[in-house]
């Protein structure tokens, strides 16, 4: 089975501090690829960040980073230098290459001021 | 700018009205998809179609169909709505189904079934 596990339901932060979150997952497939998504109060689902599971290299986007254990199976995402615009529903999805994503159950960050 | 369109974004029926809920892209993508979303069980797909005339169920579609006539619309219709189809829907699509780059979702609708 494919699965996609996000086991911190909610998560606070102070504004400009760091915060991770976890994300583990579990795929059969050899080629497959790894996101987060950011879902603000407008409920648009926003891509954070995105990992092919053939590179090794964690994947990097301004603030944003992951990282990615392959043999953990393991794809956290940090959060630096925290904003109060990052306060949103963050999902993990797993794309096993079979036609849709496996998301998680969210992780819902707050960042306060 | 390229982008989904879903339409409504908020509806408010009846059980057993039967509605149809639109997703439209202006990508040229092959690929389309629809997911609800419900709390504390993430985003779960609804069906998926790889290209037009060619749709598939996904993890839960009972309750739901879904047509393509075109490459660019992909509507979700709900038959004879009941309350526990009460939901948040994104529609979302990518280049293919199979190398994936990246889906792009739809605004949501946010559907009661009263």
């Known amino acids: 089975a494919q699965t996609v596990t996000q086991s911190q339901p909610e998560m606070s932060v102070q504004e400009a501090e760091t915060v991770t979150l976890s994300c583990t997952y579990d795929?059969?497939?050899?080629?497959?690829?790894l996101f987060w998504y950011k879902q603000p109060p407008s409920r648009q689902m926003i891509l954070v960040i995105r990992?092919?599971?053939?590179?090794?290299q964690n994947a990097t986007e301004n603030r944003f980073s992951v990282n990615f254990q392959k043999a953990a199976k393991s794809f956290s995402l940090k959060i630096s230098d925290s904003q109060l615009g990052d306060t949103a529903m963050y999902f993990c999805a797993l794309w096993p290459g079979t036609y849709k994503y496996i998301f998680g159950t969210g992780t819902r960050l707050k960042v306060l001021a | 700018e390229a982008q989904v369109t879903q339409n409504p974004r908020y509806l408010i029926t009846v059980t057993g009205k039967k509605l149809t809920v639109t997703c439209s892209q202006n990508?040229?993508?092959?690929?389309m998809s629809w997911y609800r979303q419900d709390p504390g069980l993430g985003l779960r797909q609804i069906y998926y179609s790889m290209n037009v005339e060619v749709t598939d169920k996904g993890d839960v579609p009972e309750g739901y169909k879904v047509s393509r006539k075109e490459k660019r619309n992909f509507p979700l219709i709900l038959e004879s709505p009941s309350p526990n189809q009460t939901s948040l829907y994104f529609c979302?699509?990518?280049?293919?189904?199979?190398?994936?780059?990246?889906?792009?979702f739809g605004q949501g609708t946010r559907l009661t079934v009263v």
């Open positions: 979302a699509s990518s280049p293919t189904g199979t190398v994936n780059t990246e889906a792009f």
């Open positions: 990508m040229n993508h092959e690929y």
């Open positions: 990992q092919e599971a053939y590179k090794q």
């Open positions: 795929t059969s497939e050899s080629n497959y690829y």
